[in-house]
């Protein structure tokens, strides 16, 4: 069985109209649109200048005395999120393998660097050898990043009642959410983590072997974008709790929530809070990519997508703190059969 989310970390650069039916349009959100790379037009100008400063952390070429290691892949976050601008993703070379240890029990074991193939070694730059356990290898491309913060807006109420895991209204569509740590996860491939902090600080571990701490409350509460207002859903006193929804803990690479720790000489963590801080702060504020004029062809092309029900799971548009937000994507996870 494959179980694959409609996830995209980008908002679709698509043209963005009313469609066949004869619902009015939704005023769309303002100030998240603009040239790949740039922040949000809303944003600050305090938040600003943690943009450029987080841009340069992201650049930053990382060696050993800096802790990069023992195991690494690349030595930058570009290295991964260069195309085509800083942010962006990456060409196919820089595909990584996650891999895991399936036991006869059917149980599920992640191999590797949480879950992460590591090529390279510091001794004298050698390959790292490949896991022998693993009997389970998955092919991945790096995401890009623009427009990610707005998904960190979104209320998980509004993604937990698009659930339906077993097709209780008969449209042929089953979505569940997945959860990370009893809250609805919406980073990654399989939606399997919770915040834009954890899924930054899981590649530069996973990576570049760079350790980090969670941040602070006080830096937390800094972040020009606050979690959405009911991000106690799954914690005690919220109105919903993972035990009450039927979902699934898709396993990717492990997104921490602890500190991160390796054996180098380097004293942990080997990134400070402040330049973690501004990483965290340049990802959420990376603008969705404008959307295109409408053309002919595109406006039949959204007729058709529409038509054939690709809507159900591909949502268009969400509602968040802001206004609704077109992201065409329900972030559930979908089973599509048998592979």
Same mark, same amino acid.
């Given at each position: 069985?494959?179980?694959?989310? @409609?996830? =995209?970390?980008?908002?679709?650069?698509?043209?963005?109209?009313?469609?066949?039916?004869?619902?009015?349009?939704?005023?769309?959100?303002?100030?998240? $649109?603009?040239?790949?790379?740039?922040?949000?037009?809303?944003?600050?100008?305090?938040?600003?200048?943690?943009?450029?400063?987080?841009?340069? %952390?992201?650049?930053?070429?990382?060696?050993? #005395?800096?802790?990069?290691?023992? !195991?690494?892949? %690349? #030595?930058?976050?570009?290295?991964?999120?260069?195309?085509?601008?800083?942010?962006?993703?990456?060409?196919? /070379?820089?595909?990584?393998?996650?891999?895991?240890?399936?036991?006869?029990?059917?149980? $599920?074991?992640? #191999?590797?660097? @949480?879950?992460?193939?590591?090529? /390279?070694?510091?001794?004298?730059?050698?390959? +790292?050898?490949?896991?022998?356990?693993?009997? @389970? &290898?998955?092919? !991945? @491309?790096?995401?890009?990043? +623009?427009?990610?913060? &707005? &998904? =960190?807006?979104?209320?998980?109420?509004?993604?937990?009642?698009?659930?339906?895991?077993?097709?209780?209204?008969?449209?042929?569509?089953?979505?569940?959410?997945?959860?990370? !740590?009893?809250?609805?996860?919406? $980073?990654?491939?399989?939606?399997?983590t919770v915040s834009i902090e954890g899924f930054?600080?899981?590649?530069? +571990?996973?990576?570049?072997?760079?350790?980090?701490?969670?941040?602070?409350?006080?830096?937390?509460?800094?972040?020009?974008?606050?979690?959405?207002?009911?991000?106690?859903?799954?914690?005690?006193?919220?109105?919903?709790?993972?035990?009450?929804?039927? /979902? %699934?803990? =898709?396993?990717?690479? =492990?997104?921490?929530?602890?500190?991160?720790?390796?054996?180098?000489?380097?004293?942990?963590?080997?990134?400070?809070?402040?330049?973690?801080?501004?990483?965290?702060?340049?990802?959420?504020?990376?603008?969705?990519?404008?959307?295109?004029?409408?053309?002919?062809?595109?406006?039949?092309?959204?007729?058709?997508?529409?038509? &054939?029900?690709?809507?159900?799971?591909?949502?268009?548009?969400?509602?968040?703190?802001?206004?609704?937000?077109?992201? /065409? #994507?329900?972030?559930?996870?979908?089973?599509?059969?048998?592979?």
């Open positions: 069985m494959i179980v694959r989310p @409609n996830l =995209a970390l980008l908002l679709l650069a698509l043209p963005l109209f009313a469609g066949c039916n004869d619902d009015p349009e939704p005023t769309l959100a303002q100030g998240i $649109f603009a040239p790949l790379g740039d922040p949000l037009p809303s944003a600050s100008a305090t938040a600003l200048e943690a943009f450029e400063r987080g841009r340069a %952390v992201s650049m930053r070429r990382f060696t050993s #005395t800096d802790g990069l290691g023992p !195991r690494f892949n %690349v #030595t930058s976050c570009g290295a991964c999120h260069e195309k085509p601008t800083m942010g962006g993703g990456a060409a196919r /070379y820089r595909n990584f393998l996650l891999v895991g240890e399936r036991l006869e029990d059917g149980s $599920f074991v992640s #191999t590797g660097t @949480n879950g992460i193939q590591a090529h /390279y070694t510091l001794d004298e730059r050698n390959r +790292f050898p490949d896991e022998a356990s693993a009997n @389970n &290898l998955a092919l !991945r @491309n790096p995401i890009p990043f +623009f427009g990610v913060g &707005l &998904l =960190a807006e979104i209320p998980e109420g509004e993604i937990l009642k698009r659930s339906d895991p077993n097709d209780k209204d008969g449209d042929g569509i089953s979505g569940r959410p997945n959860f990370d !740590r009893g809250f609805v996860g919406r $980073f990654g491939r399989k939606a399997q930054i600080r899981g590649p530069l +571990f996973n990576h570049a072997g760079i350790t980090t701490n969670p941040l602070s409350d006080d830096l937390r509460a800094m972040l020009p974008i606050p979690p959405p207002s009911d991000s106690n859903i799954g914690i005690s006193g919220g109105a919903l709790r993972a035990s009450d929804v039927d /979902y %699934v803990t =898709a396993t990717q690479a =492990a997104a921490p929530d602890e500190p991160t720790l390796d054996e180098d000489d380097v004293p942990d963590p080997e990134l400070g809070g402040s330049d973690l801080f501004d990483l965290v702060a340049f990802t959420m504020l990376l603008a969705a990519p404008a959307p295109s004029e409408p053309t002919p062809e595109s406006l039949r092309g959204e007729k058709l997508f529409e038509s &054939l029900a690709c809507t159900s799971c591909h949502v268009p548009f969400f509602v968040d703190a802001r206004a609704p937000t077109a992201i /065409y #994507t329900d972030l559930l996870l979908h089973d599509m059969g048998d592979a």
